[in-house]
């Protein structure tokens, strides 16, 4: 199916979402495998969510925590 046919990117009025939706159970893996220090590039391909997305949904690391490796 492509994204053309797809309901969820597509508004009543016919115009698309500007980001198409996240699905919460993905989004809420993807904070978990964050919290597990899981690098995005494991989560990307664990989640199949866009790396881009992850940014924009994910709290970012403290910067200590990035400092220790982590």
Known sequence: MSKRDSSEHWSSTGA???????DADNLEHAALLRAADSSMREITAKTGLNRTT??????????????AGG
Do not use: D, E, F, W
Not at 54 to 67: C, D, E, G, M
């Open 16 to 22: 698309r979402a500007a980001h198409p939706l996240v």
């Open 54 to 67: 992850l940014y924009r949904h994910l709290t970012p690391r403290s910067p200590a925590a990035v400092i």
